[in-house]
């Protein structure tokens, strides 16, 4: 019911020891695990909400505190209070007048209003009975916008640009809901080509992809430039002329060294190059779009973006070519849709991070939404895949012949398995007890095993 009130928000600091095998390992983050700051909050009618943001291990606890110094402005109100005035509700999140100097909206403090959010919008979504995404196209155009935050973007997008947009794409909307639930949004794999894996272990899951009817492909670079030479090459003869070859350096480089980087390895002839430098460095991403142009390579970042005003000077200053929307990074559904509407006036595809903890499970939502009622087109446009985790999810992610089935359960794909999260929780979690002690990670305390 939409007047339930909620009564009580918690939250866990949940790791899983994705170390151990190198899962997610790239050039930047060498030794990650996976882990969330998992939020549920419950109402009282007995309903609930579930939420979380994405971390990779230690500082999961940072984020913990930072939802709990959230709490209170959540607990105590309505659900129908929250979304009536959805936009109001973001900015008494983001925009106190004290809590927004450890931000504002960026860092651990924007991670932890994505965890809450998260966690209101899969109890609304709920609540209507419907999955987020089918939420949010079946919603009226002027209340979807009134979600939306247009503080500091404006000159790049109105609220009205963005209204008459939706209003555009009404037309056909129905075609595409159904073309969606019959044949799904088109999928590409990073889990293949971790930084970590050895040749044989990249070779048997390459062919397997290519088994399984993968044809878009992502690699990990950025650590020693010949080791990318030969494994780009292993991967472009594996895969063949015609799939699709992704590289991502995970903000490892300076600006120059990416364009050199970047050059020599365009004979694989990557679609893209992802996350080349600092996520902060807009004129320097401008700066790589540039010189990079030329071979035909463009540049993808978004993941690591920490609002929708870096999103918004990114498309100004045309230093984008793909904008990668991360679920758990923006302050969730509300800003992302403010990022999607932003690019789609600008004409730039929309390819969302994935991966880690969840994250497949809620971007799914919003690439769907983005298609059916904002962007409708599939040109150029992917969401990230990565086979880890969703073991551990109530409604995990359906994946058929490389592509995104729309998902059916009501919410927003967010609810956890109690045994799961139980097992998992850290430092008290039965999967933690002989494994790293405060300051390590699982591979810290494995080399030590081995020593």
């Known amino acids: 019911m939409l007047n339930a009130k909620i009564i009580r928000l918690s939250v866990s600091d949940v790791r899983f020891p994705t170390s151990l095998e190198h ?10 695990d996976y882990s969330v700051a998992y939020v549920v909050i419950e109402t009282d009618d007995g309903s609930k909400g579930y939420g979380l943001t994405f971390t990779l291990g230690k500082g999961t606890e940072i984020v913990v505190c930072a939802v709990e110094a959230l709490s209170g402005f959540v607990v105590g109100k309505c659900l129908e209070e929250i979304v009536s005035d959805f936009r109001a509700f973001y900015r008494l999140l983001t925009s106190d007048g004290q809590m927004r100097w450890v931000g504002p909206e960026k860092g651990v403090i924007q991670l932890a209003t994505a965890a809450v959010l998260n966690a209101v919008w899969d109890l609304w979504a709920r609540t209507e009975g419907k999955p987020l995404w089918k939420l949010l196209v079946d919603m009226d155009p002027k209340r979807l916008i009134s979600c939306i935050d247009f503080r500091y973007i404006t000159d790049a997008l109105t609220e009205q640009e963005a209204l008459d947009m939706l209003l555009k794409r ?3 909307k129905l075609q595409r809901e159904e073309q969606m639930l019959k044949e799904g949004y088109p999928a590409y794999t990073t889990s293949c080509a971790w930084l970590g894996y ?16 993968w044809t878009r492909f992502k690699v990990k670079v950025g650590a020693d430039l010949q080791d990318d030479i030969r494994r780009c090459g292993l991967i472009r003869q594996m895969i063949g002329p015609s799939n699709t070859l992704m590289i991502d350096a995970n903000q490892r480089w300076d600006v120059g060294e990416a364009i050199t980087w970047v050059t020599k390895l365009a004979e694989f002839r990557p679609l893209w190059i992802e996350e080349p430098t600092s996520p902060d460095d807009i004129l320097g991403h401008a700066a790589i779009s540039k010189a990079l142009a030329p071979l035909g390579i463009g540049v993808a970042t978004g993941e690591q973006c920490h609002n929708r005003v870096m999103f918004k000077q990114l498309l100004q200053a045309s230093a984008l070519q793909f904008v990668q929307i991360d679920s758990c990074r923006l302050g969730s559904v509300n800003e992302n849709l403010a990022v999607l509407l932003m690019a789609c006036k600008f004409q730039v595809p929309v390819c969302p991070h994935a991966g880690g903890v969840g994250l497949c499970e809620l971007v799914q939502h919003l690439i769907l939404f983005d298609y ?4 409708a087109s599939l040109h150029n446009r992917m969401c990230e895949y990565v086979d880890h985790l969703h073991e551990h999810f109530k409604s995990p992610v359906v994946i058929q012949d490389a592509r995104y089935i729309p998902p059916k359960d009501p919410g927003y794909s967010t609810e956890m398995l109690e045994d799961s999260v139980r097992r998992h929780q850290y430092p008290q979690g039965a999967v933690w007890q ?11 305390s494995a080399d030590q095993e081995t020593d």
Not at 23 to 32: L, V
Not at 434 to 444: A, H, I, K, N, S
């Open 170 to 172: 009404q037309e056909g």
């Open 23 to 32: 899962h997610g390992s790239d050039a930047m983050h060498t030794d990650p």
């Open 434 to 444: 002989g494994l790293p002690r405060e300051g390590q990670t699982v591979q810290d």
């Open 198 to 213: 050895p040749d044989q272990q990249l070779k048997q899951l390459c062919t397997e992809a290519l088994r399984d009817g």
């Open 372 to 375: 059916i009622s904002v962007s």
